[in-house]
């Protein structure tokens, strides 16, 4: 059974031999926790209607070799100054990697990056458009506003990062406490550059799945190398989705 809660990792690491063992190495210790990933070949998927080089090919078959792993392909929005028409691209192009001959390479999910967070007719005309291009290939859309965005793009998406930001530890719990009861089952907390214990870690992680937060990921580093406190992070999650 899955716990109705996910880690949301952005994997930004070039998947070198053994690169990602850290991460594959613990996915089976946690079969009830799902694993909801960013991939990002090349701050996207790379040259549109291919596949990635042959290193991200094995990496991401061994990925999906795990039924507790959803993949989601990286598309900057570049805060809507990029054409809406090269965003549609990418998404076509991570939906083609499902063609693969050789290799299960297939996304389940497209995850937006910088992302507007204000709703008016220019913004929402724009989201809409490329939400649908995902939705229309059966992606999941995932918005990266990284603050609290408009009630209203909740009918877009299916996943809102809400917050992302440095670790601070005046301002973590109160930012949590920020996001709206009632959109806290499809909104996503990230904290990067962590400065806490283990035992810091821990009371942050239950704090955040108390309030019904859908996803999340704390790490002491950014996102091209493994946080120093990786494993604590998954026991930790484990041990709060075990109580809810």
């Known amino acids: 059974m899955l716990y109705p809660i996910s880690i949301l990792l952005p994997l930004y690491i070039y998947p070198l031999p053994l690169a990602w063992n850290w991460l594959l190495t613990t996915i089976p210790l946690y079969p009830s926790i799902t694993y909801t990933l960013i991939i990002n070949p090349s701050t996207g998927p790379g040259t549109l209607n291919s596949f990635p080089d042959s290193s991200y090919i094995d990496a991401i078959a061994s990925l999906n070799a795990f039924d507790n792993v959803q993949l989601l ?9 990029r054409a809406v028409e090269d ?6 192009t991570y939906n083609h990697w499902q063609t693969n001959p050789a290799k299960d390479i297939h996304m389940h999910g497209i995850f937006f990056d910088d992302c507007v967070s204000n709703w008016n007719l220019s913004t929402s005309q724009y989201m809409s458009t ?15 506003p990284g603050v609290l965005a408009d009630p209203s793009f909740f009918s877009l998406a299916d996943n809102i990062l809400m ?9 973590a719990l109160p930012s949590i406490d920020s996001i709206p009861t009632n959109q806290s089952s499809k909104s996503s907390v990230i904290f990067h550059h962590f400065t806490g214990s283990a035992s810091n870690q821990s009371m942050l992680v239950k ?11 704390i790490t002491t580093a950014n996102y091209t190398s493994q946080s120093d406190l990786w494993t604590q992070f998954l026991a930790a999650v484990f041990a709060s989705a075990s109580l809810s």
């Open 73 to 81: 392909g990286y598309v900057d929005t570049a805060y809507m100054h």
């Open 207 to 217: 704090e955040i799945l108390t309030k019904g937060i859908n996803s999340l990921y």
């Open 130 to 144: 490329i939400a649908s291009s995902a939705h229309q290939s059966n992606l999941s859309v995932t918005f990266n």
């Open 87 to 92: 965003v549609v691209a990418e998404v076509g």
């Open 163 to 171: 917050i992302e930001d440095t670790y601070d530890i005046s301002k």
